[in-house]
């Protein structure tokens, strides 16, 4: 993977604009991390396109920025991802004339966007985010995947557009502050570390959405959604639909395992990434290669650990019993206690915002270890969303509940809130209408039954918010250390399948993720085919809760903590001691984040508006 980033001015002459070109290479060296390998700008008259590379695909010819010159027309590509339908899009580009200097992915979406203009998108299988200049045009195309696994922020300033992945890169230009308003702090304190779809936090700065592209030009910003989960008649019967699954799923691992650098997968001994493990195993196996699989420990927690509704077992035993089956070569990555802590800053530097607390800063860590022996990694996120494997699909309480599933807390989360803010938002109102606005714009076939009306409003729900809360985790904390992590449930082929597949179906047997298992039948032993659904592991330790609250403590203790702007004082303490709604197990957002989660995500909220120096309009 890689990072991008650009900046066109039409009202600019920027080949010999010094002052701005010490600031596009500023902005190159926040990203650099994301791509260590190669690096480079493209300056034309109105443009500046800006590049680092992480090199997985023909390292020599895939260099970027990539440029194509023909019949007088020059077209300069920077691009982050992967395509996994290269080949059959290279045999289609020869049919019609084109010639290819190597055998990169980008060569071949350079040469799509020439042949085939916006309509490229149609035709990709991949995980993107991209920009085409046209300098015949002076016209800039840009392009996000359908799922939103690689991200694309953007900023319109005084006639001028930017863009990055990351945030970090964005607020190093001078026209871009790290301000926010009302609107960001109901972000923070409402929806996160969920983010609304298209929001940047920040004032003024946006996301290009999921399935979406546009282009810029002397007429301004003009986006499209190209794609999106649509309803339509599903007349396979079970049989035919688990057999169906398993093909298009074997087949999206097997084509994301294409790479010149090592290829290792999460295994967790959970139902989603043990099937990606078994197939990658089986496929590398044929090559004559071993796969190596990692999985993240905490060190103590078997002392620790206690068994509930949302984290039945753990994960050892069932990690060995896979590893064991498919010959993988397995590393266990412990991760203790002072150093799960102290990364929750490191993953905000990654993330650019509040996130996840532990359930980041561990991913974080592990990441860095799995760096060490494989640049490319499958991992099993999307699956749940998709073949209706979380808790709330199937207890019909949180189903049919108004509001977000996994954040059914708009009140608690409220009442943190400073009461001059609180008239300013109105929570209930700002969180109910993007509820609202999702399940309205989701797809129904006419005179579906209400439950599966309900389940595709789910489906959409989850996909749309939920999901891109962990892409974005895991975009971020695998990319801080150069590791591209691929995820072969999120292709879009599987997404439109099971979309109008029938909840019956989904729920075989009255189990979580029940076609999927019946998918797996003979691919994994039957211990892992049964096994109940675990979500990724999060540590049991008591002395996380004391670390992270005696940090929190001191720093709201200190008077320049920037928390007392948003935040009441008095609602932190009750937090901190446990007290009201804090005593019990409130979740701050889905299962993974209960009160030693919350607390540190106030702790990385404060650290957060420290460091990026956030104001508050």
């Known amino acids: 993977m890689c990072g991008i980033a650009g900046f066109i001015d039409f009202a600019a002459d920027l080949t010999a604009a010094e002052a701005e070109k010490e600031c596009f290479e500023k902005m190159k060296s926040a990203l650099k991390r994301r791509g260590p390998d190669q690096d480079g700008i493209k300056y034309y008259e109105n443009a500046a396109l800006i590049h680092t590379r992480l090199s997985v695909v023909d390292q020599e010819n895939g260099r970027q920025p990539m440029i194509f010159k023909e019949g007088g027309r020059e077209l300069c590509l920077i691009y982050n991802g992967e395509l996994y339908n290269t ?32 309509g490229c998108v149609d035709m990709l299988n991949g995980i993107f985010a991209f920009a085409v200049w046209d300098e015949r045009e002076r016209e800039l195309f840009i392009a996000r995947d359908r799922i939103g696994v690689k991200p694309f922020f953007f900023a319109l300033r005084a006639g001028a557009f930017l863009f990055a992945s990351e945030l970090k890169a964005l607020l190093l230009h001078p026209a871009v502050e790290p301000v926010i308003d009302a609107g960001s702090v109901a972000e923070l304190i409402l929806i996160g570390p969920g983010r609304t779809p298209g929001c940047g936090v920040f004032r003024g700065i946006g996301e290009l959405e999921a399935g979406c592209c546009g282009f ?103 990690i060995d019993l896979i590893s064991g089956r498919i010959g993988s070569e397995h590393h266990k990555i412990v991760v203790d206690t002072p150093a799960l802590v102290e990364a929750l800053y490191a993953a905000v530097d990654a993330r650019d915002l509040p996130g996840m607390a532990d359930v980041d800063s561990s991913l974080l860590l592990f990441c860095g270890e799995v760096k060490k022996h494989a640049t490319v990694a499958l991992s099993g996120e999307c699956a749940d969303e998709i073949f209706g494997g979380y ?70 729900l989850n996909f ?32 439109e399948y099971l979309y109008s597949t029938p909840w019956e179906y989904k729920d075989y ?42 940090r929190l403590r001191e720093a709201a203790s200190d008077a320049s903590c920037p928390l007392p702007g948003i935040i009441k004082k008095e609602a932190l303490l009750k937090l901190l001691d446990g007290q009201g709604e804090a005593a019990g197990p409130v979740p701050w957002y889905g299962q993974l984040m209960t009160r030693p989660q919350t607390i540190a995500y106030f702790l990385q909220m404060d650290y957060w508006m420290r460091k990026y120096k956030v104001r508050l309009a």
């Not at 289609?92 to 799509?112: M, P, Q």
């Not at 103590?300 to 206690?306: A, G, P």
């Not at 891109?468 to 292709?491: A, N, W, Y």
């Not at 979580?512 to 019946?518: F, T």
């Open 87 to 118: 080949e059959e899009l290279r045999r289609r580009l020869l049919t019609k004339g084109y010639r290819f200097a190597g055998h990169s992915d980008t060569e071949v979406l350079l040469k799509a966007y020439a042949e085939w203009g916006s």
């Open 509 to 550: 047997q009255g189990r979580e993720k029940g076609l999927l298992r019946k998918a797996a039948e003979g691919l994994l032993p039957e211990e892992i085919l049964r096994r109940k659904k675990s979500p990724y592991p999060k540590t049991h330790n008591p002395l996380y809760l004391e670390a992270v609250s005696e």
């Open 216 to 318: 810029y030009g002397k007429n301004g910003l003009k986006l499209r959604r190209y794609w999106t989960l649509t309803d339509r008649e599903h007349s396979d019967g079970f049989e035919s639909t688990a057999e169906k699954v398993r093909r298009l799923v074997e087949d999206s691992i097997e084509r994301q395992l294409v790479s010149d650098m090592p290829v290792c997968a999460f295994l967790s001994g959970g139902l989603d990434s043990s099937i990606i493990s078994a197939v990658a195993a089986k496929a590398l196996a044929k090559r004559g290669e071993r796969l190596k699989t990692f999985s993240v420990h905490y060190l103590d927690n078997e002392k620790y650990f206690r068994a509930s509704k949302f984290q039945p077992d753990s994960d050892d035993a069932y």
């Open 464 to 495: 749309r918010w939920f999901m891109q809360t962990l892409l974005d985790r895991k975009d971020r904390m695998s990319m801080h250390h150069g590791l591209e992590v691929r995820v072969p449930f999120c292709d879009y082929r599987i997404a």
């Open 391 to 460: 808790p709330w699909y199937r207890d019909e309480s949180l189903r049919e509940a108004e509001g977000f599933p996994w954040a059914q807390s708009a009140r608690y989360r409220a009442s943190f809130l400073k009461d001059e803010l609180l008239s300013e938002i109105s929570p209930e109102k700002y969180v109910y209408e993007r509820y609202y606005e999702t399940v309205e714009a989701s797809s129904l076939l006419p005179g579906l039954p209400p439950l599966e009306r309900r389940m595709r409003e789910m489906m959409n």
